[in-house]
Structure formats: C-alpha cells, structure tokens
C-alpha cells in the first residue's frame, strides 16, 4: 500500500500558539488528502477535504478559520491549528487517496497535539 | 456526517479463537474496507473490497462484500496477542467514505 507521513508525531504547545501539522504521500501523487480528527475511543471524525490547488471543503461545524489547510502540492498537505486551546487537544490524522484506485484511503500516522 | 454501523462494539477471547466483526449500512457502497488501527497510530489497511459478493482473504483476515451493497463482515481466525487493536470498516460511494464505530478487540492469552 501507499506510504502516507506526518510530522510531528506529537506536539506540546501554550494555549494560544499556532501549531503546523504536515501529511505526506511519499510514493504517490495525492490529489485528495483527508483530515481527520479522533478522540480517545471513539471512531474517525472527518474535519475537511482537501484537493491540490483548491480550497478545502470543511465539514459542518468545523471552523475553518481555525484549522487552516493547504494542499500546495501533489504530496503535501497541512493543517495549522490556529490559537490552539486545549480543548483542541487531540489525534489529527490525516490520510490521501490517489489516481487509482481512487477508493483506497492511505492513513498517515497521527499527530498527538496536546495543548496546556 | 453518516457513520456505518459496526458491531461488535468491544469483544474479549481467549487466543486462538475465531473473530467475526460486521458493518451494516442503509446506502450502498462500491468499496468496503477493513482497517486496524493500534493505539497512539494511524489506521492500516487490511483488506480492500471492490465487487458485490466478493471474499477476499489476507492471510487470517477474510472479509467479504455483501450481495446487497450495504454490509461486510470481517472474520479473523485463530487469533493471536498481537491482533489486539481496533478495527474500522469504511465504505466508499463513489464520491464518499463512511467510517464505522470501531470494533476494539482483546485477545487473552
């Protein structure tokens, strides 16, 4: 399967800084990325779409002006958590699909954003 | 948005026994997928499902694409301590994925 990365793995932040999360599709060209955040035990919960060169498509309730996203190029998407607090403290995962098979999602490995 | 449903929620044997987990949904899917997802990781591919009807196996893992486009189930054979992990199936609608609940599975040696 695909090889998706994320950077950092794990980040500890002040309440009110702005922290950079990276997904990279290393050995394919990802023309849609996910976003996903999850809570302890709980399922997947998807935050926005991404397509490369385009705007994101956020889901209903998720502020856009707080997670920024961009879809720059082909193998790198971010979302910048903008003054974090900590009840945005979580696991962001994000994941990429590519050409084809287009119904395969390739997950990176998470982001545990904790913010005090 | 819609999320499938997955059951099990939670399940407990004793290793070496047979697992079977199912996701059912009121849409129709042209993908079913399994994934495991360990603590603290992103979730892994396991099995991918393309065509109604389909049984395809990985390894212990067998999961097939149900006759009517809405469900799959996921059996996993004598299981081992390192099997433990959560499970989600996702669905794909051609323009879509829908995630389950999760099954989280313990495995007692």
């Known amino acids: 399967g695909a090889v998706v990365s994320q950077h950092p793995s794990w980040v500890i932040c002040k309440s009110g800084t702005s922290v950079k999360i990276e997904c990279r599709s290393l050995d394919f060209q990802a023309t849609t990325m996910f976003w996903y955040r999850q809570f302890p035990k709980q399922s997947l919960m998807l935050m926005a779409t991404s397509n490369e060169g385009s705007k994101a498509t956020y889901e209903q309730g998720v502020e856009k002006d707080k997670f920024l996203i961009n879809h720059a190029s082909l193998t790198l998407s971010t979302l910048t958590v903008t003054s974090a607090h900590p009840e945005d403290s979580s696991f962001y995962i994000c994941?990429?699909?590519?050409?084809?098979?287009?119904?395969?999602?390739?997950f990176g490995p998470g982001t545990r954003l904790t913010v005090l | 948005g819609q999320q499938l449903n997955q059951s099990p929620q939670s399940m407990f044997i004793q290793e070496g026994e047979d697992v079977s987990m199912n996701c059912t949904s009121s849409?129709?899917?042209?993908?079913w997928l399994w994934y495991k997802q360990d603590p603290g990781e992103g979730p892994v591919l396991l099995i991918a499902?393309?065509?109604?009807?389909e049984l395809t196996s990985n390894g212990r893992l067998t999961a097939q694409f149900g006759i009517t486009r809405k469900d799959s189930f996921l059996n996993i054979s004598a299981s081992i301590p390192s099997d433990v992990g959560i499970y989600f199936c996702?669905?794909?609608?051609?323009?879509?994925?829908?995630f389950g609940t999760g099954t989280s599975l313990t495995v007692i040696p």
């Open positions: 994941s990429s699909v590519g050409d084809y098979p287009y119904n395969e999602q390739f």
């Open positions: 499902l393309y065509k109604a009807g």
């Open positions: 996702a669905g794909y609608t051609g323009n879509q994925f829908y």
């Open positions: 849409s129709i899917f042209n993908t």
